[in-house]
Nanobody, 121 residues
Framework: VQLQASGGGLVQAGGSLRLSCAAS????????MGWFRQAPGKEREFVAG????????YYADSVKGRFTISRDNAKNTGYLQMNSAKPEDTAVYYC???????????????WGQGTQVTVSS
């Protein structure tokens, strides 16, 4: 499956941003989907995950209550709604998909190219 992330940009602290992940090539609905991020000088970290049906979602503690992951299998697209953004959310965000999951994190076999999110204070 090919993944294309979009929607990144510059947002002020406290603002909102919505990332999208468009999938093509295989049956998107068969895959767990997730978002990861990597800040400068830091390792890539898990942000949020969602199962194939969208019924089960998982979040890193740092974003719980502020971010919402969702998917629309009819449109082969996943989303990450970012609310109450903080400067520490600044990172390159990647969407990922895999057929299996480990405690809500997809065992990612496929990655999007990343989209930059910058939160100004």
């Amino acid at each position: 499956v090919q993944l294309q992330a979009s929607g990144g940009g510059l947002v002020q602290a406290g603002g909102s941003l919505r990332l999208s992940c468009a999938a093509s090539g295989r049956t998107f609905s068969a895959y767990y989907m997730g978002w990861f991020r990597q800040a400068p000088g830091k390792e890539r970290e898990f942000v949020a995950g969602i199962n194939w049906s969208g019924e089960n979602t998982y979040y890193a503690d740092s974003v719980k209550g502020r971010f919402t992951i969702s998917r629309d299998n009819a449109k082969n697209t996943g989303y990450l709604q970012m609310n109450s953004a903080k400067p520490e959310d600044t990172a390159v965000y990647y969407c990922a998909a895999g057929l299996t999951t480990n405690s809500g994190k997809p065992d990612a076999n496929y990655w999007g190219q990343g989209t930059q999110v910058t939160v100004s204070s």
